[in-house]
């Protein structure tokens, strides 16, 4: 079994097509986070307020842009669905276990 068909599978896709499509989506947002990075001059030399700061608003930058670039790409469900389990992970992390 190839990759492509793998992560067709993870995925639940239908294409090798689309499969292309989803990584290309990922790569332009991880490049967009790290342009983004780069405009405000976050380095390791960067105090750590600021560091600290850039990452927690990483968080939905990050998101939105996903959505954004997998509408461009004709990947919005997709990547909604994405987005929904994601933040489903992370409510679950802060409910309370009785």
């Not at 599978?9 to 986070?33: D, E, H, M, P």
């Not at 380095?43 to 750590?48: D, V």
């Not at 489903?88 to 802060?94: A, E, K, P, S, Y």
Request: glycine content about 8%; aromatic content about 20%; overall charge positive.
């Amino acid at each position: 079994m190839s990759v492509v068909d793998k992560l067709k599978k993870r995925w639940n896709v239908n294409s090798g097509l689309q499969v292309l499509l989803i990584i290309i989506v990922f790569a332009c947002t991880g490049y967009s986070i790290i342009g983004i990075k780069h405009l405000l001059g976050i380095t390791f030399s960067t105090p750590l307020f600021y560091r600290v700061t850039y990452y927690i608003a990483v968080l939905p930058i990050y998101n939105i842009l996903l959505l954004g670039y997998g509408w461009l790409f004709g990947q919005f469900q997709f990547f909604f669905n994405f987005e929904k389990r994601f933040f489903g992970r992370i409510v679950n992390l802060f409910k309370s276990k009785k």
